[in-house]
């Protein structure tokens, strides 16, 4: 009926379902043909030849485009035929798969000359070891190159061609009992008076039932982490990772890993989303591949939950339980610490001071992250606070960050005339540094109270928190002290202690020395 849009949209359903089917390819080709879609024409013909080498009539089709193709009617025919076709041709190629084969004929009457030149005609020749066709075996570079053009876009799972129409560049072959079965559905030979046909060609029960035969995990690897993919995103460029993996190229610099393209946009608006078709076909065709990727990655992450074994450790300044600490990450190592953090949902990490011989202290202080800011370059603002005191066992390295075997520190109770001792202290110390704190000129307080907030009240129980009451790691952190001094009042597990010391500061700070 002519109508060739309709029937290459009925072409392309039967060959989506029936893959293998040369009739099917067939039709495809003559309404590409019809629509005057040469290249994708010839690319159908000649998978049905490499599909049925003895259809006579696909190969005639195609040798005929060919000829369109390849050898534009010319009033002079140079007698270099190769370098006429090598300054004229457009598809260069495929140039050298067609070279090796071509000679020049005197005129012919023939169907097949059309399309020439009347006064000369081109023709695809035999050599003397080959039969009258180009196309004599399956296992020639024609037949190889027909399938990976054929394939070349198709998606993954479609890749149905048996292991002996297949080029090197194709990763799937088929098992022994699903070749037999094609095998055993596909004539060898069409007789020569049938040749005209159309063959009736099945793909088999065992495509159809199990495809995932077909589909293999190497195709479905990340390229960074060399493993299957968890969470894939793509990139605008086009490139597919674990977004773990490409977070943490991007923590280094805003370029593609494999094209090198600037992702700075894709970086700054943090849009990662899963490529959905990829993990489908992973969760279809891959299940038990999947399942061990993801048991791997519970590991790990359970393996970094952990808040007493490699507990992450930023090394920075000093920080105490209960004040706040924001924090701004740039470098690659923090940045990929930071994300751990959050991904396990602990959202903590320690803090200590540096230390010239062991890396850093052996007290510091749990921080929680409370929010985070991210900016175009991808460094971060982090809002931390205090949350416990430790002190580090063994020290230890990640990926680039410290961690660290840790005990958490809780203060030591006491009862009876003790505790009340300790209430009195208490008491006489706040009240000390209250006094302290309003004796301060109006600048100063107004920089203290915009950086730490304004001081904490004084609580009934001194002894109800592990980590002593509020308002004294406030004072602790905004009285003029060295690190060392507040290190080692951060170190203490007994509140007695730690509030005679800052008593001992208090009167420092607040007597007056003559000049």
């Not at 190889?144 to 048996?162: I, Q, Y």
């Not at 505790?419 to 202290?425: F, I, P, W």
């Not at 920089?447 to 304004?454: A, R």
Request: with cysteine; net charge negative.
């Amino acid at each position: 009926m002519k109508n060739y849009k309709q029937a290459l949209h009925d072409a392309d359903a039967v060959c989506q379902s029936e893959p293998l089917w040369s009739k099917g390819h067939y039709v495809k080709a003559q309404a590409l043909s019809g629509l005057g879609r040469t290249e994708e024409a010839l690319k159908e013909f000649l998978y049905c030849v490499a599909l049925n080498p003895d259809w006579s009539l696909t190969k005639k089709e195609a040798q005929k485009i060919m000829c369109e193709m390849f050898f534009p009617a010319l009033e002079n025919v140079h007698d270099d035929l190769t370098s006429s076709v090598r300054s004229h041709t457009p598809y260069p190629r495929w140039k050298s798969k067609f070279l090796s084969s071509i000679t020049i004929q005197p005129p012919v009457e023939d169907d097949s000359s059309a399309g020439c030149s009347k006064d000369s005609v081109f023709r695809l020749t035999k050599t003397p070891s080959q039969e009258s066709d180009v196309f004599q075996s399956t296992d020639s570079s024609v037949s190889h190159h027909v399938v990976n053009l054929h394939f070349e876009d198709a998606p993954k799972t479609l890749k149905t061609v048996p292991s002996r129409f297949a080029s090197p560049r194709l990763k799937r072959e088929f098992t022994s009992d699903l070749e037999d079965v094609q095998n055993s559905d596909i004539p060898n030979k069409i007789p020569k008076e049938a040749g005209d046909s159309f063959p009736v060609i099945s793909a088999g029960p065992k495509f159809e039932e199990n495809p995932q035969f077909l589909v293999d995990a190497s195709d479905f690897e990340c390229s960074l982490c060399m493993r299957l993919f968890y969470e894939p995103v793509t990139t605008p460029c086009g490139h597919t990772f674990c977004q773990k993996c490409l977070e943490r190229c991007l923590d280094h610099t805003p370029d593609c890993p494999l094209c090198k393209e600037n992702l700075s946009e894709f970086l700054a608006n943090r849009s990662y989303k899963k490529t959905i078709l990829t993990e489908a076909l992973i969760v279809r065709y891959l299940p038990e591949e999947l399942s061990e990727r993801k048991k791997l990655y519970d590991d790990e992450i359970k393996e970094l939950s952990d808040l007493t074994k490699d507990v992450p450790i930023f090394v920075c300044t000093m920080a105490f339980p209960t004040i706040p600490c924001p924090l701004h990450i740039f470098e690659p190592r923090y940045r990929l610490m930071m994300r751990r953090c959050m991904e396990t949902g602990t959202k903590r990490f320690g803090m200590c001071l540096a230390d010239e011989l062991k890396g850093f202290a052996d007290y510091g202080c749990m921080l929680e992250i409370r929010d985070v800011k991210f900016f175009p370059d991808g460094s971060s603002i982090v809002d931390t606070v205090g949350v416990s005191r430790f002190r580090v066992l063994s020290h230890g390295l990640r990926d680039g960050y410290n961690t660290a075997n840790i005990e958490y520190l809780e203060d030591k109770k006491v009862e009876g005339p003790d505790d009340e001792e300790l209430v009195h202290l208490h008491d006489s110390v706040y009240d000390q540094a209250v006094s302290w704190f309003t004796s301060l000129k109006d600048n100063m307080k107004a920089q203290i109270l915009n950086h730490f907030g304004p001081m904490p009240g004084k609580e009934s129980e001194p002894q109800s928190n592990p980590s002593g009451p509020a308002w004294y790691w406030w004072l602790l952190a905004v009285l003029p002290l060295e690190n060392r001094a507040q290190l080692a009042i951060l170190g203490m597990t007994s509140l007695k202690d730690r509030l005679v010391a800052i008593r001992r500061v208090l009167i420092f700070v607040t007597r007056k020395r003559p000049r």
